[in-house]
């Protein structure tokens, strides 16, 4: 479970931000979206389901995202030895002379299995400047702590770590070194942040392998099926052909090592066909016709098949699903079904959680999502990206989010001052 995630001099944020999952202390009167959308942890902490991510475009949504990307894709791969001597791919706050030559800064407080952890890290292109791990039950402990001098362990807390100090490149996280040999906490929240899933609304070619391993289980089958089905796209049945590369299979404007390389591998091409029932002109069904997925189905019908294995990966596991541009391609009736699945108990009985970024103002509705679950994005002045919540304003119970946010109330809108004076 995601508690708080904060980043800071990285890409277009120059100060520190702070995104949270945490319910807000909110006086509401529809106790059925207090039900629904937000979960309690150990009767202290109430955390939401969904969150929501709004801003004009080029004002950091995307970067946010793509901060907690990098954090997850660097805890995962850093100790490997193919990054012995490379540099460290971190962008730092460019629009100022003041974070030039400072760390980016990235902290994360999560929840795995009832213990909350916190832990973070300062880094630049050459080294980690510092790290820390910090672990809650009945009061915050230090597990360990790296600084340019050294890394020190508590005693006690953390011996998994003892011994791999000096393991431990100025390139490499020193959790990572940790879960590379097995050690039980790092190799447990190493493979938190490989569970939680960060994919684009824009580019679902690149998730769609996963949905189709996934597929290949029948009772997932049956599941991906029935969530395509929800979204009343005519399909009624779902097949996979895999054939194996040949000349007559391969492009023919395709280069020939290329080709050559392809069927001297053994690759398989995988076809994907959806089945949609057939009618004669009286209206009556007389059988099936069979359509090639990229071929004959529309941009949104593709990306819902590759989006749901995913999205029910996450609800399995009870795990983070992140989205940029969650309703790229698809109608606004059905972005709205898929927050609302996170928010039912039956189909997301595990509380997983999405946060996802997106421009569609008819989820700004104070029936359907509470303020704490909405949060704004904008650059000021200088260029750097702030971030605030709905929480933030004085609004009543039965304000129309939507209305009032195109209206400029809450900010994190495109200024288009100018426009009337363009020549067309």
């Known amino acids: 479970m995601l508690v708080e995630f ?63 990307k990098f954090m997850r894709n660097f805890i995962i791969n850093s100790s490997k030895e193919s990054q012995v001597a490379e540099n460290i791919e971190v962008e730092s706050y460019r629009l100022s002379t003041s974070t030039e030559k400072e760390p980016s800064y990235f902290e ?31 009061r915050e402990v230090n597990l360990f702590f790296r600084t340019n001098k050294g ?102 404007d395709l280069p020939e090592p290329l080709s050559k390389f392809l069927i001297e591998q053994g690759g398989d091409k995988t076809t994907i066909y959806t089945t949609h029932k057939k009618f004669n002109d009286k209206g009556e069904y007389i059988g099936k016709e069979t359509f090639e997925l990229d071929h004959h189905e529309s941009d949104g019908t593709r990306k819902a098949f590759s989006f749901s294995g995913p999205l029910l990966d996450v609800f399995q596991k009870g795990m983070l699903l992140i989205v940029d541009e969650l309703d790229a391609r698809f109608h606004p009736i059905i972005t709205r079904a898929i927050v609302q699945m996170f928010h039912d108990k039956d189909l997301n009985p595990n509380n997983a959680q999405l946060v996802f970024a997106t421009h569609d103002t008819n989820l700004l509705d104070n029936t ?4 704490d679950q909405i949060w704004f994005m904008e650059k000021d002045k200088y260029g750097a990206t702030i971030l605030y919540s709905l929480v933030d304003f004085k609004v009543r119970n039965d304000a129309s989010f939507g209305k009032d946010y195109i209206a400029g109330k809450y900010g994190a809108i495109p200024f288009l001052g100018g426009i009337k004076r363009l020549e067309i």
């Open 151 to 252: 890394i020190t362990l508590k005693k006690g807390a953390f011996s998994e770590g003892k011994g791999l100090e000096a393991k431990t490149r100025p390139n490499a996280l020193f959790l990572s070194v940790c879960a590379q040999w097995n050690g039980k906490i790092s190799f447990e929240i190493l493979m938190w942040f490989r569970n939680c899933g960060v994919i684009s609304g824009l580019e679902d070619m690149g998730y769609r392998s996963f949905t189709l391993k996934q597929i290949e289980k029948t009772d997932v089958k049956n599941n991906i099926l029935a969530f395509i089905q929800k979204f009343d796209l005519g399909i009624s049945d779902l097949n996979i052909e895999r054939s194996p590369y040949t000349k007559d299979i391969l492009p023919k």
């Open 368 to 371: 359907f999502l509470r303020r």
């Open 6 to 68: 904060s980043v800071g001099n990285y890409k277009s944020f120059k100060d520190i931000v702070r995104f949270s999952m945490v319910s807000a202390n909110l006086t509401s009167k529809n106790k059925g979206l207090d039900n629904s959308n937000i979960f309690e942890y150990k009767k202290s902490i109430k955390l939401v389901k969904t969150t929501a991510l709004y801003g004009p475009n080029a004002s950091g949504k995307s970067n946010l995202i793509k901060a907690f």
């Open 108 to 138: 994360i407080i999560f929840i795995i299995n009832d213990m909350s952890y916190r832990y973070g890290f300062k880094i630049d292109k050459d080294k980690i400047h510092s790290e820390w791990l910090y672990r809650t039950k009945e």
